[in-house]
């Protein structure tokens, strides 16, 4: 009996081990599960990007559907987006409030003055702690956002157009259904 137990019990951890590497495959590493989904966006109240005496909290982006992007100047990555976001806010078809995540103000506003501006509001998040209490893990990310501040979806890395029509515009068409 002691031999079978013996030989059992690494047999019965190398299954448990396979099945959850099995499942680890098999997930999108950009679908990055947010605790806040269903929850409010988290209390602020930080300074525009564009002035430092200029105050901005979660009350004053309620009423409105917004895509909350969290970007940085030193991010490669969200220099990759920002096409899509210049294109995505010319459409009209979501506003996009901007969450600048410890970054420089002057490197900031220089971004926005020399390849556009798509935000209709540019959060400036020097420390950081906007975004720890949102969860970002590293910019890109985008939140979907209701009209009574309720997060609906996060989007881990650069948003393209694909993503938006496929996933975004979807959840952004049925809020409005809704009246949210």
């Known amino acids: 009996m002691n031999r079978y137990l013996r030989y059992s019990v690494p047999l019965i951890v190398f299954g448990i081990i396979a099945v959850f590497l099995y499942k680890g495959l098999g997930m999108n590493p950009r679908e990055i599960p947010s605790p806040l989904i269903g929850k409010s966006i988290p209390e602020f109240s930080l300074p525009s990007v564009e002035s430092a005496q200029t105050m901005i909290n979660d009350q004053n982006l309620k009423g409105k559907i917004y895509l909350l992007n969290v970007w940085a100047t ?27 995540w410890k970054d420089e103000r002057v490197k900031a506003q220089a971004w926005l003055q020399q390849l556009g501006d798509p935000y209709t509001v540019n959060i400036f998040d ?3 702690r906007t975004a720890i209490d949102l969860g970002v ?3 890109p990310e985008t939140f979907l956002v209701d009209g ?14 694909g993503v938006f029509n496929d996933t975004l515009l979807p959840m ?6 809704k009246g949210s």
């Open 74 to 100: 030193w991010c490669v990555s969200c220099r990759a987006e920002h096409d899509t976001l210049v294109h995505l806010a010319r459409s009209g078809k979501v506003e996009i409030v901007g969450l600048n």
């Open 126 to 128: 020097q420390k950081g």
């Open 137 to 139: 893990y590293g910019a």
């Open 148 to 161: 009574d501040g309720i997060i609906h979806y996060k989007h881990a890395g650069p948003l393209t157009l």
């Open 172 to 177: 952004i068409n049925d809020l409005k259904a």
